[in-house]
T-cell receptor, first 114, second 117 residues
Framework: GDSVTQMEGPVTLSEEAFLTINCTYT??????LFWYVQYPGEGLQLLLK?????DKGSNKGFEATYRKETTSFHLEKGSVQVSDSAVYFC?????????????FGPGTSLSVIP | GAGVSQTPSNKVTEKGKYVELRCDPI?????LYWYRQSLGQGPEFLIY????????DSGLPNDRFFAVRPEGSVSTLKIQRTERGDSAVYLC???????????????FGPGTRLTVL
């Protein structure tokens, strides 16, 4: 079945460091790919998405490119801030079914220190 | 309200008791989803509603779990004879549409943290 794998955390970075969180997926067909973020004490929020190969999703300085050839959707940010500390979930939504459950990875915890 | 709301935010119960968790989706959203998030893991799909009907309940772990959406808006997730292993955060999400290429982004509520003692 469809699945998502992402790098294990926790990840600790200094402010202004470069961030990469790796994500790879297994799916039949052409899924949509997402990054969700969960800030401490808050609900899941959609960070960015890409719906087809080579699309780049971006938001709040974060970017991820849908790479079908490597089945990857790595999250990057050039300069992280303390406020980016959160848990990040890579996810996919398959298009082969008549509805759209989201399949999540296990999450990667990010802590940014001043 | 502007977003998906869930009540209660926290629920503590004893093993064997019955609980109900409520979800109010974004107004006008026809698709509603329930997920369960155990500690340190990503959310896992439980059940999906399109309108009033449960279109897919394949994620419900067993027959102690049941969900309804009688008027196509508010949904209630019901758990009978709760067990300690049911402890988790239960998330609700809604979207405007559902189905293949017309699928829309799912917006999540803050969740209900269920603790079974």
């Amino acid at each position: 079945g469809d699945s998502v794998t992402q790098m294990e955390g926790p990840v600790t970075l200094s402010e202004e460091a470069f961030l990469t969180i790796n994500c790879t997926y297994t799916a039949t067909g052409y899924p949509s790919l997402f990054w969700y973020v969960q800030y401490p004490g808050e609900g899941l929020q959609l960070l960015l998405k890409a719906t087809k190969a080579d699309d780049k999703g971006s938001n709040k300085g974060f970017e991820a490119t849908y790479r079908k050839e490597t089945t990857s959707f790595h999250l990057e940010k050039g300069s992280v801030q303390v406020s980016d500390s959160a848990v990040y979930f890579c996810a996919l939504m398959g298009m082969k079914t008549s509805y759209d459950k989201v399949i999540f990875g296990p999450g990667t915890s990010l802590s940014v220190i001043p | 309200g502007a977003g998906v709301s869930q009540t209660p935010s926290n629920k503590v119960t004893e093993k064997g008791k019955y609980v109900e968790l409520r979800c109010d989706p974004i107004s006008g959203h026809t698709a509603l989803y329930w997920y369960r998030q155990s500690l340190g893991q990503g959310p896992e799909f439980l059940i999906y509603f399109q309108g009033t009907g449960a279109a897919d309940d394949s994620g419900l772990p067993n027959d102690r779990f049941f969900a309804v959406r009688p008027e196509g808006s508010v949904s209630t997730l019901k758990i009978q004879r709760t067990e300690r292993g049911d402890s988790a955060v239960y998330l609700c999400a809604s979207s405007r549409t559902s189905g293949g290429l017309a699928a829309d982004t799912q917006y999540f509520g803050p969740g209900t943290r269920l603790t079974v003692l």
